[in-house]
């Protein structure tokens, strides 16, 4: 139970808020990238005299400016609520530990807004964007952290070699804005190759469909591990027949397209 007069926070309402914060710019990036693709507002633009390059920078730059800069609003009017409301020597927080907090949200914003971006710029429909790009990132990062689970309590000796405290956040904090940049080149420069002709595929790069068909054979059968019968064997058989399964389709459907469009 919660003492008066003592500050209480939640574990679940705290794991909530950080799903949030972190599903906004990834939802803001699709959405806006997605909606100009299903509202052929990419058509009108191709059509214009602007080049595809110049309306990616703007529509990625004007989304990210307003992104940062509520991001950045927010936790000014977080860190004032904090001072305006705590006593001093409750708070524990210095000004390098907020100039940290701010890059490091920051980056993690402008990595999340990128994917969102990326994504939304390669699907031709919504369907395609949130089942196979937030589904399928969702299984990436369920991937991800078993597999440091994993390797964090059988290889403990290679974790700690890992730097800690402020190391470990210059590091993320790089490793996050590295990836962003990364991102947005290689966004750009994919969507500077769509073909509008692929708009009743799942893809508007069908060449992509190849990427996404190891990445989901790697992750799919990793992430479920031996969910049948506790059989890692059986498991990850049957979860590799399954993301086969569902690559037959796929080339089953983009084949029926192709005929649908001779004729």
């Known amino acids: 139970m919660p003492q008066r007069d003592k500050l209480y926070s939640s574990l679940v309402v705290g794991q909530i808020i950080t799903i949030i914060h972190y599903a906004i710019p990834l ?12 509202s052929s ?70 990595f999340l807004f990128t994917v969102g971006i990326g994504v939304g710029s390669i699907f031709s429909t919504l369907f395609g964007m949130f089942v196979f790009g937030l ?15 994993y390797n964090a309590v059988n290889h403990r000796s290679y974790w700690s070699l890992l730097p800690r405290g402020d190391q470990l956040f210059l590091l993320l904090f790089i490793l996050a804005l590295t990836i962003s940049v990364a991102g947005y080149w290689l966004t750009r420069w994919l969507f500077d190759r769509i073909s509008l002709e692929n708009e009743g595929d799942i893809l508007l790069l069908p060449k992509l469909r190849w990427v996404i068909f190891v990445y989901t054979l790697i992750v799919v059968p990793y992430n479920f591990g031996d969910w049948l019968l506790q059989n890692e064997l059986l498991s990850y058989s049957v979860s590799i027949i399954g993301v086969l399964a569902l690559g037959l389709w796929w080339l089953h459907r983009e084949r029926v397209q192709e005929r649908l469009m001779v004729r």
């Open 41 to 110: 507002f990419n058509v009108a633009m191709f059509k214009s005299r602007f080049k595809r390059r110049q309306f990616f920078a703007a529509r990625y730059w004007y989304g990210l400016t307003c992104l940062l800069g509520t991001t950045t609003l927010g936790i000014g009017i977080l860190l004032l609520g904090i001072f305006a409301g705590v006593p001093t020597e409750y708070v524990g927080i210095s000004g390098l530990n907020i100039l940290g907090l701010l890059m490091m949200n920051l980056a993690i914003d402008s």
């Open 27 to 38: 939802l803001l990036g699709l959405a806006m990238a997605g909606m100009d693709q299903a």
């Open 135 to 149: 589904f399928g990132g969702w299984l990436g990062a369920s991937a991800i952290q078993r597999f440091m689970v």
